[in-house]
């Protein structure tokens, strides 16, 4: 699954794409660490080993690299739910119970990309 955004860069070259994977492992980091006050560029810059230059190059601001981190956070989870989803229907989809358990979390799902969205 690809998730285009105008907020995820989608660089073309597999050594820019380790940059940018690098780059939001280390931004997650801080973010889980102490929040959006923590995304330092700099200092993301010498944890993942690349330039500043380039952390500006992909990402634009540090705003930018902070939306990336969240949009690549939330498109990792919705894809494991996809994948749960797919798991579920193909072993336990005709158990009542199981049928209801999905209802509800497909519309906490809805509801929570529609807060996402606004």
């Known amino acids: 699954m690809s998730f285009r955004t105008k907020h995820f860069p989608q ?6 794409k380790d940059t940018v ?6 931004a997650d980091k801080a973010i889980k660490a102490g929040g959006e006050a923590a995304v330092r560029i700099q200092e ?34 919705v894809r494991e739910d996809i994948n749960r989803v797919k ?4 072993q336990d989809a005709h158990d009542p119970r199981n ?3 999905l209802r509800r979390n497909a519309q906490f799902f809805d509801r929570t990309l529609q807060s996402f969205a606004s």
């Not at 994977?21 to 280390?26: G, H, M, N, P």
């Open 99 to 101: 049928c209801i358990a």
């Open 44 to 77: 993301i810059s010498k944890a993942a080993k690349v330039s500043i230059g380039s952390i500006y190059h992909h990402f634009g601001d540090r705003d930018g690299l902070i939306r990336a981190t969240y949009v690549h956070n939330f498109s990792t989870a």
């Open 21 to 26: 994977d690098l780059v939001i492992k280390e």
């Open 11 to 16: 660089p073309k070259q597999d050594r820019a």
């Open 87 to 90: 798991a579920f229907h193909e």
